[in-house]
């Protein structure tokens, strides 16, 4: 029975099951009359306001009351919200959501956050101002 348990070559990749806990979740919120928050780290893949980030991440009401033709599909989050008055456009990966939950009484859930890391070449090709002497090491070879 080789394959059955041991052998990962012929496993089929099983999608996320994030995306439809926090449909859910948001219209268990919704349906109850409560309030949507999302808790969303922030990173460059993000479209958020930054002016109201706090430490790489932000709290947002995704009430029906709080934003504009949301949609919750297997990649992200998307709607439009006013910040002070002025309608942004709000894009979140579905990667980046940390927790779903009501504000009247916190029921809800969060999610371990699993972002793509970036490697080096792709670091040095974003940030051409850094020179490789920055990350040179303080050692000396002492003969």
Not at 60 to 76: M, R, T
Not at 114 to 124: D, F, G, L, Y
Request: glycine letters at 4%; a negative charge; one cysteine or more.
């Amino acid at each position: 029975m080789a394959g059955q348990f041991g052998d990962d070559t012929n496993q089929v990749k099983v999608p996320s099951t994030k995306p439809y806990l926090i449909r859910a979740l948001y219209q268990w919120c919704v349906d109850n009359s409560f309030t949507p928050y999302v808790s969303v780290f922030v990173d460059g893949a993000v479209e958020v306001p930054r002016e109201y980030v706090n430490k790489d991440e932000i709290v947002l009401n995704v009430g029906p009351d709080a934003c504009q033709g949301i949609k919750i599909d297997n990649e992200s989050i998307q709607f439009k919200a006013r910040f002070n008055g002025i309608p942004k456009e709000i894009y979140i990966p579905i990667t980046h959501v940390m927790a779903i939950y009501s504000k009247e009484n916190s029921q809800g859930m969060s999610f371990p956050i699993q972002i793509p890391q970036v490697t080096e070449e792709k670091a040095t090709q974003e940030k051409p101002s850094e020179t490789k002497d920055s990350t040179k090491s303080h050692i000396k070879l002492v003969k």
